[in-house]
């Protein structure tokens, strides 16, 4: 059984990462979470024993974080991850014997809005893709590769972390699909178009002028020649926007916005969900709001009796 703080964080880490399979990603927020119960708690640093300050650990306790954080300002959808997040060390702790009992089982987080974030018209979308070809057009190898990436999360709706996990070998020229491992580690097939179909060649095209040796076969590269990370991935989707002027939306506004036209232009709900690698009908469902409202905005300015 874990003595300190270290001790336990180590150990709940190799469970999620051995036993649970989650991404590096998903499990350092588990951590990171727990890490912030674990000061809440006033659970000693380092070698400082925690069997007594967990031994008292209870529901209210659980009830009383979540209550600071909402008052410290932070959001439903935040609360409902931490929650979930605390319920999954609750069980683990509850079975390794380092809790007497699963404390955070009847734990229930706020309900999240279900609400949308702001979308790109489809006239915006092909507005920052225009950008980013005419960035590209002077030959700068970094600037073809925003291109690529630009289109590609626009054309295949495709999770920023999932982008940067893309290899070479995950692409089907012939078929124009990508391979994409979302997740909990579930394989899904996404198509794409001609447009980025062509960009992701110019970029293949020049990817060995930079590729670092121990880049691997990782699809995108960063400046240093080595696989991009999310952060940069991000940065480079925040400046096309500044440059063509449209709504800020990052990674994400493009994923949300091709889901919307994708739906506005006739596929229906479980196409949707397949392309966007959903494990619930019900997550896909939110983006038929946006659609009932452009019908709704439609009808108002086409009808005379509207």
Known sequence: MPRTRADLLA????????????????????????????SFLGVGEGDAPIGAALATLDLADLRDWLAALAASGHSRATLARRSASVRTFSAWAFEEGILT?????????????NRLPGVLTAQQAAQLLQTAADLAADGDI??????????????????????????????DHSQRTLRVLGKGRKER???????AARALEG???????????????????GARGRRIDPRAARDIV????????????????????????????????RSVQELLGHSSLATTQRYTHVSAERLRSVYEQAFPRA
């Open 11 to 38: 150990a709940y880490h190799r469970y999620l990462s051995l036993q649970r399979d989650l991404s590096q990603h998903t499990a350092r927020a588990y951590l990171v979470d727990i890490c912030d119960l674990l």
């Open 101 to 113: 009992s699963d404390v955070a089982a009847r734990l229930r987080a706020p309900r999240v809005d």
């Open 142 to 171: 970094l600037a073809v590769r925003d291109l690529a990436i630009a289109e590609t999360l626009y054309a295949t709706g495709v999770r920023v972390s999932e982008l940067v996990g893309l290899d070479v070998t995950d692409l």
């Open 189 to 195: 097939t996404v198509p794409y178009g001609l447009p």
């Open 203 to 221: 970029w293949l095209s020049r990817r060995e002028e930079i590729c670092a040796p121990d880049a691997g076969t990782a699809l995108f590269l």
């Open 238 to 269: 925040h400046r096309l926007c500044a440059a063509a002027g449209v709504p800020d939306l990052g990674p994400h506004g493009l994923r949300h916005s091709a889901a919307t036209h994708v739906l506005s232009g006739g596929a229906d709900l």
